[in-house]
C-alpha cells in the first residue's frame, strides 16, 4: 500500500519560498510505477494541480505556475520535493501530495492527507 | 488558460439519480481527456472514484458511473446515499503532463 505524507513550514512570508517535502512508503519512488504530483486547495475552492515528476526525470508544470515552480525528486530519501518562489496571499491553500499510476492516465490513487500552508508576515 | 466548468452544486434525495457534469470552456470533452472524477469530504484528501472516462477505482461501488454526455463528461450517481454528500471535482487530461481541475460540485442529499 502506497503511503504519501507532507512535510514543511505551516507559515510562509510574502516573497519568499514555499518548500514542501512528500515522503513515500510503500514502494520505491524511482519504481517507475507513479508519476510523483503536487496539487494544491485554496480554503474553499476546487484542486489546482501544480506539477508531477517522474523518477526518470521528465518533470511537468502547471503553465501558469511554470515560472515560479520547481519540482525535485531525492531517490535516497525516496521523496520528492516542491519549491514554489515568490509566494503571495493568493498561494495560501492545503497542498496534496500525490501518486499518479504510471500505467493509467488520470489516476491519482495514493494521497498524502495534505499539509496547511498559510502566507503572512 | 483552460477552464474546466462543473456545477456550483447540486441536491439529490436519498435513493434518487444525479449526473454532474464536466465542460470545457472552450471545445468538447472527449475520452482523449482521460476524465477522472474524485469525491472528497471536508478535512480530507480526495478519494478516487472514476479514470479515464469509465473505469471504478478499486473499492468504488458501481452506484458511481463515469460517461461522456454530449460534449461533457459525466458522473453519475444512482441510488444517492447519506454519506454521497461530498464536494467532486473533475479532472481532464490536457496532453503534454499538463492536468486540469475542474471547479467542483458540491452535492446535498436531502
Known amino acids: 500500500q502506497v503511503q504519501l505524507q507532507e512535510s514543511g513550514p505551516g507559515l510562509v512570508k510574502p516573497s519568499q519560498t514555499l518548500s514542501l517535502t512528500c515522503t513515500v512508503s510503500?514502494?520505491?519512488?524511482?519504481?517507475?510505477?507513479?508519476?510523483w504530483n503536487w496539487i494544491r486547495q485554496p480554503a474553499g475552492k476546487g484542486l489546482e494541480w501544480i506539477g508531477r515528476?517522474?523518477?526518470?526525470?521528465?518533470?511537468d508544470y502547471n503553465p501558469s505556475l511554470k515560472s515560479r515552480v520547481t519540482i525535485s525528486i531525492d531517490t535516497s530519501k525516496n521523496q520528492f520535493s516542491l519549491n514554489l518562489r515568490s509566494v503571495t496571499a493568493t498561494d495560501a491553500a492545503v497542498f496534496y501530495c500525490?501518486?499518479?499510476?504510471?500505467?493509467?492516465?488520470?489516476?491519482?490513487?495514493?494521497w498524502g492527507q495534505g499539509t496547511l500552508v498559510t502566507v503572512s508576515s | 488558460q483552460t477552464v474546466v466548468t462543473q456545477e456550483p452544486s447540486f441536491s439529490v434525495s436519498p435513493g434518487g439519480t444525479i449526473t454532474l457534469t464536466c465542460g470545457l470552456s472552450?471545445?468538447?470533452?472527449?475520452?482523449?481527456?482521460?476524465p477522472g472524477w474524485y469525491q472528497q469530504t471536508p478535512g480530507q484528501p480526495p478519494r478516487t472514484l472514476i479514470y479515464?472516462?469509465?473505469s471504478r477505482s478499486s473499492g468504488v461501488p458501481d452506484r458511481f458511473s463515469g460517461s461522456i454526455l454530449g460534449n461533457k463528461a459525466a458522473l453519475t450517481i444512482t441510488g444517492a446515499q447519506a454519506d454521497d454528500e461530498s464536494d467532486y471535482h473533475c479532472?481532464?487530461?490536457?496532453?503534454?503532463?499538463?492536468?486540469?481541475f475542474g471547479t467542483g460540485t458540491k452535492v446535498t442529499v436531502l
Open positions: 479532472v481532464l487530461y490536457m496532453g503534454g503532463g499538463v492536468y486540469v
Open positions: 479515464n472516462t469509465n
Open positions: 500525490a501518486g499518479e499510476v504510471a500505467a493509467f492516465t488520470g489516476l491519482f490513487d495514493s
Open positions: 472552450s471545445g468538447s470533452v472527449s475520452t482523449a481527456y482521460y
Open positions: 510503500g514502494v520505491s519512488i524511482s519504481s517507475g510505477s507513479y508519476f
Open positions: 515528476i517522474y523518477s526518470s526525470g521528465r518533470i
